[in-house]
């Protein structure tokens, strides 16, 4: 069964850090670029980072770019965030996605809700 | 602002046609080549349901098409069903680069009468 799995999100306070995970099974994990999209309430998608397959590019939107770190681990199938400094407009729900060979997010996690808030 | 402007929110009645409109606003909105419409339910993630403009993946049904002129992408649903009743996203990659970024709409509500 082909899924993405995101946990980690939860409340934390502005200027706090927090991790989120992405775990992939039933497609080659390592084939494809992965991004995180998010999603504030009430709100559209907004992309947030890109990294490629094998980690050596990655690329964020321009309001997370110092703050936000992307990675991933092949070995384990799993992609992060690694996320600080953040903000109330950090708050959403953070999808990962997978960006296949025809150019579309075809595989979308359950998403998991990051809220920062004091 | 994002560089995608789409309506707001759409209506139709069941049976009928709908066509939500996704224009480029952005000249950073490079490979427009690259359109995508996904459907999202309430509470739900995003769905695929239409990818490079025009073209459907497996298990999507032909009542979803999409079509492109100028800088201006469209979804049409046909034959609208109750089922419908979603927000549809466009979204187009922008820059140069291989790895630039990606730019979403705002989401359009559908509303099936």
């Known amino acids: 069964q082909v899924q993405l799995v995101e946990s980690g999100g939860g409340v934390v306070q502005p200027g706090r850090s927090l991790r989120l995970s992405c775990a992939a099974s039933?497609?080659?994990?390592?084939?494809?670029?992965m991004h995180w999209v998010r999603q504030a309430p009430g709100k559209g998608l907004e992309w947030v980072a890109v990294?490629?397959?094998?980690?050596?590019?990655?690329n964020y939107m321009d309001s997370v770019k110092g703050r936000f770190t992307i990675s991933r681990d092949n070995s384990k199938n799993t992609l992060y965030l690694q996320m600080k400094s953040l903000t109330r407009e950090d708050t959403a729900v953070y999808y990962c996605?997978?960006?296949?060979?025809?150019?579309?997010?075809?595989?979308w996690g359950q998403g998991t809700m990051l809220t920062v808030s004091s | 602002q994002s560089a995608l402007t789409q309506p707001a929110s759409v209506s139709g009645s069941p049976g009928q046609s709908i066509t939500i409109s996704c224009t480029v606003t952005?000249?950073?909105?490079?490979?427009?080549?690259?359109v995508s419409w996904y459907q999202q339910h309430p509470g739900k993630a995003p769905t695929l349901i239409i990818y490079?403009?025009?073209e459907r993946p497996s298990g999507v049904s032909n009542r979803f098409s999409g079509s492109r002129s100028g800088n201006t992408a469209s979804l049409t649903i046909s034959g609208l069903q109750a089922e419908d009743e979603a927000v549809y996203h466009c979204?187009?990659?922008?820059?140069?680069?291989?790895?630039?970024?990606?730019?979403f709409g705002g989401g359009t509500k559908l509303t099936v009468l």
């Open positions: 996605a997978n960006w296949n060979d025809v150019g579309a997010f075809d595989i």
């Open positions: 039933g497609f080659t994990f390592s084939n494809y670029a």
């Open positions: 990294i490629s397959y094998d980690a050596n590019t990655k």
């Open positions: 952005s000249s950073d909105v490079g490979t427009y080549n690259l």
């Open positions: 490079q403009g025009g």
């Open positions: 979204c187009s990659f922008g820059g140069s680069e291989t790895y630039g970024m990606w730019v």
